[in-house]
């Protein structure tokens, strides 16, 4: 079955008419994306947009830049490029950044919805990276079909049902020039050896179709995810006032909700996630007496238990 019509069931979330700003590296998952998307438009009637981020990290990194314009300019597809003043500093930083630039330009022009050619093979490298980090089921599940990106503007990733061994074969076919990331070869980033090692072992000794397998391991957990996070909902109102948390309604919770209960809370009131320590920290103090306090969590804070409430205090 052609990469076209493997597209078709996920074309929901890219409804008719509507504006759409593909986040294009240059890479072959975003070119194959791009190609995908242009060769749809008389059909489905997209305003189509390409955005790029040179994050000025190498020498020459603006040739990728001019090749993928000079591929716009060819297919009719307005070009914006983003330009990072100084070098992000490392790849937690430059995604923040990335994320920000494609939503405030998705806003400028009114595009609902920013598409990232994130893979099947993407999906299944996030499972395992973030189980060897120690997540839980968020973590696992993180790289989903469709978020929001902020501001009214959704983050769609169409190709997550789609393997890079595929993309590739695709830009080979279609005679697409692809820019090469040579930071891509480099092991010393853990996600690079994720790709080149651990998968290729995993696949050889344990299981042939390893990422396809870990990717709908990440699709289940997704969804179960979601499910717990609306189960939370239901309890927050009761749970959460002034910023404190309430130890009793968080006692009566099972333990798979006191920890996500604990872990959004500390996320919301500290601007970072907690560590399964700090959560197991906090939880330790349901039933503990009065003034009881952790130690530090971040930035000096630690909690408190406070009568019937837990509150963040300054250590
Ligand atoms: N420099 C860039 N310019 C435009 N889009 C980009 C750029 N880098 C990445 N993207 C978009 O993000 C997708 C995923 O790229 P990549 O896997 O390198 O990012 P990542 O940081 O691992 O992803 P995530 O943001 O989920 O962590 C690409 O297919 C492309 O759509």
Not at 116 to 126: F, I, N, V, Y
Not at 129 to 151: H, I, K, P, Q, T
Not at 165 to 194: K, M, Q, W, Y
Request: hydrophobic share 40%; proline share 5%; net charge positive.
């Amino acid at each position: 079955m052609s990469l076209g019509s493997r597209l078709r069931p996920v074309l929901g979330l890219l409804p008719p008419g509507r504006g759409l700003l593909v986040a294009v590296s240059g890479g072959q998952d975003s070119l194959c994306l791009l190609k995908l998307l242009v060769d749809l438009v008389p059909e489905r009637g997209w305003r189509l947009h390409v955005g790029h981020l040179d994050h000025r990290w190498r020498p020459g990194s603006e040739r990728d830049a001019r090749r993928v314009a000079a591929l716009c300019n060819v297919w009719g597809v307005p070009f914006h490029l983003g330009i990072a003043r100084t070098p992000p500093a490392g790849e937690a930083a430059a995604r923040a950044w990335r994320y920000c630039w494609l939503e405030q330009i998705a806003r400028g022009l009114a595009l609902e919805r920013v598409v990232t050619g994130h893979t099947l093979s993407d999906r299944a490298e996030t499972v395992l990276f973030n189980l060897l980090r120690g997540s839980g089921g968020a973590g696992l599940g993180s790289l989903d079909w469709d978020r929001s990106l902020g501001g009214g503007v959704r983050l769609v990733r169409p190709l997550l049902g789609i393997s890079r061994a595929e993309t590739g074969a695709f830009c080979l076919a279609h005679d697409l020039p692809v820019c090469i990331d040579e930071s891509n070869a480099n092991v010393t980033f853990r996600r690079n050896r994720i790709r080149l090692e651990l998968m290729p072992y995993l696949r050889e000794h344990f299981n042939p179709m390893v990422e396809q397998t870990l990717a709908r391991t990440g699709e289940i957990l997704h969804a179960e995810s979601e499910l717990l996070e609306s189960l939370l909902d239901g309890h927050w109102h009761s749970l959460v006032q002034d910023g404190r948390l309430h130890r009793n309604t968080l006692a009566a919770l099972p333990l798979a909700l006191q920890r996500r209960a604990v872990r959004r809370w500390l996320s919301v009131e500290l601007g970072k996630q907690p560590s399964f320590e700090h959560i197991a920290a906090v939880l330790g103090c349901l039933n503990t007496p009065n003034r009881t306090r952790t130690s530090p969590l971040a930035h000096g804070l630690l909690v408190e238990v406070q009568g019937e409430w837990l509150g963040l205090v300054g250590g």
